[in-house]
């Protein structure tokens, strides 16, 4: 009877001291709890690097504007219509970057993979070509041959004074041709006539490079003023080639001058100059937006192989 009942309180006793085995609840809470965090960050941060990625393509998208907007000012230009092959190019450069920019920024609103590797891809080459047209304009525009002549309000041009590969893509025979043709068939000279009445304007007036080489001749050839398409009895005949190829008839005039053809380039230097601020300060723009679309894109595609790790760990 004793041994029976020291059975049964060491039975108790065991019971007692060794509880039964419990579930981890509060661990599998902490993991549960950590895990749906990690998850909930990683939607967040991937959803504001999209954010951001979609927001700097519409900065890019409106940068594409003053790039167009160059492009057809340039396009405009009375002087620069008959050199054609001078016209498009910066339109198409703000027409691809706009279209580009669109679909980086449908990419990353909708989050289309696919669409912003492409449009990190064609950006980035955009943005080099860009680079390489502001390098070859900066490079061809510097040279100058202006000169000022004494008691004139214009300034008149050298031929010689300008780069050799813009001077040789727009004054050689065939190129000539086609724009001395256009130049005569314009109303760049003929608007003159309405413009200026008096020999005393026409003398004080700032002439555009292209008027001021191709509408009428030389200061040095010592022709006088009758109207400013009009000159007569040039007194220094031999003190430049031009002298002999002036001709008053509406259609030549100076149209086959080299200062005719040294005006085009000074308007054309000119012109691109003026242009080459804007793109300069849009390329640098693009590149900013660029480079932070590319890490915000890295941070979501990290973001990404972060979740499917752990959903796979989990």
Request: charged residues 15%.
């Amino acid at each position: 009877m004793s041994l029976i009942l020291l059975l049964l309180l060491s039975m108790l006793f065991i019971d007692v001291a060794v509880p039964p085995p419990r579930f981890p609840w509060k661990k599998w809470q902490h993991f549960h709890s950590s895990h749906y965090t990690f998850f909930f960050e990683s939607k967040v941060a991937m959803s504001m690097s999209n954010n951001i990625t979609a927001f700097l393509n519409f900065v890019a998208f409106m940068c594409s504007i003053p790039i167009i907007a160059a492009g057809t000012w340039l396009a405009s230009k009375p002087d620069n219509e008959c050199i054609h092959w001078l016209r498009w190019p910066v339109v198409f450069m703000g027409l691809a970057v706009m279209l580009v920019s669109l679909a980086g920024f449908v990419g990353a609103y909708w989050k289309k993979e696919g669409l912003l590797g492409v449009y990190l891809v064609c950006m980035v080459i955009l943005i080099i070509l860009l680079l390489v047209l502001l390098v070859l304009a900066f490079v061809v525009t510097r040279p100058n041959g202006e000169y000022s002549v004494p008691g004139k309000g214009y300034r008149e041009y050298r031929l010689a004074g300008f780069s050799s590969w813009l001077r040789n893509r727009i004054t050689d025979g065939d190129s000539w041709g086609n724009i001395r043709a256009c130049l005569a068939v314009s109303d760049i000279c003929p608007k003159l006539n309405t413009e200026i009445i008096t020999a005393d304007q026409f003398f004080a007036a700032h002439l555009s490079p292209i008027k001021s080489g191709c509408c009428k001749p030389p200061t040095i050839c010592g022709y006088q003023y009758v109207n400013p398409t009009v000159w007569n009895n040039p007194t220094n005949t031999i003190a430049d080639a031009d002298f002999s190829i002036w001709n008053n008839n509406p259609n030549q005039l100076c149209y086959n001058c080299d200062a005719c053809k040294a005006g085009l380039l000074g308007n054309l230097r000119k012109e691109w100059r003026k242009a080459n601020l804007i793109l300069i300060l849009t390329v640098v723009v693009l590149i900013w937006v660029y480079l932070i679309a590319c890490s915000a894109y890295r941070n979501a595609q990290t973001e990404q192989l972060f979740e499917r790790y752990k959903q796979g760990w989990a």
